[in-house]
């Protein structure tokens, strides 16, 4: 009897042993909030931006040349209950999310209404580059910014910009804008990269694109007696 019951308590100690331990539970505040936050669908190709503030705005977008919210008024305002669900409430988008995941540098979220899930990366800068620029970065540049191991870089669109090595040198190949992944141990964190043309498009500093000055204008060799300059 006595080696039935040491049998049987040995059993039971192995088996706790080997159970899981509970994860952490998932404690949101607005401070681990703060900041933009993207979420580049592949499937749809829509990139979805939010930007929460310390006190509660919050900011939305899908343009990621409005990523950075110039002159924008907050959508509306977001608030954390029970320290997990996140609701926000705006004036053409509204959130009601369950935070699965929260790292420093990205979190999951499980759509309440929907069910979907999507993990957003945070936006940590903000690169601009002429036509076939390379940008090498200064030692230290991506730890200063992105917390955790660095593991690698990832281009969402190699035809705009592509990591050129293991370092994280970026090189724009074409005009266009695009993200690249900084994967690392406490999540992926992005880099918004905007690459210019071959032509610079000097008429965005009065309002217009490139396409809107040669559609009024047309060419320069349309018309040789003018001076066309784009910005």
Do not use: Q
């Not at 040491?6 to 088996?15: D, G, H, Q, R, T």
């Not at 690698?152 to 050129?164: G, L, T, W």
Request: hydrophobic share 40%; proline share 3%.
């Amino acid at each position: 009897m006595k080696k039935l019951f040491y049998l049987i308590s040995m059993v039971c100690l192995l088996a706790s042993c080997n159970k899981d331990p509970e994860p952490e539970p998932i404690v949101v505040t607005n401070d681990a909030l703060t900041g933009t936050w993207v979420y580049d669908n592949a499937a749809t190709g829509v990139t979805e931006i939010l930007k929460f503030t310390p006190n509660g705005g919050f900011y939305y977008t899908t343009v990621l040349a409005d990523a950075a919210f110039v002159g924008y008024k907050p959508e509306g305002s977001f608030s954390v209950i029970d320290k997990v669900n996140l609701t926000a409430v705006g004036l053409t988008k509204s959130l009601d999310w369950m935070v699965t995941k929260l790292k420093t540098n990205s979190f999951t979220v499980k759509d309440n209404v929907t069910g979907e899930t999507k993990t957003y990366a945070k936006l940590v800068d903000r690169l601009d580059l002429g036509f076939g620029e390379i940008y090498t970065p200064n030692e230290g540049y991506y730890a200063e910014k992105v917390a955790g191991k660095i593991t690698k870089y990832v281009s969402h669109n190699e035809k705009v910009a592509r990591v050129v090595d293991h370092t994280g040198v970026i090189a724009a190949v074409a005009e266009g804008i695009t993200l690249v992944d900084v994967v690392a141990s406490e999540g992926t964190a992005v880099i918004l990269v905007t690459a210019g043309g071959l032509i610079p498009d000097y008429a965005r500093a009065i309002g217009y694109t490139k396409e809107e000055v040669l559609a009024e204008y047309g060419s320069v060799e349309d018309n040789s007696g003018f001076m066309i300059v784009y910005n």
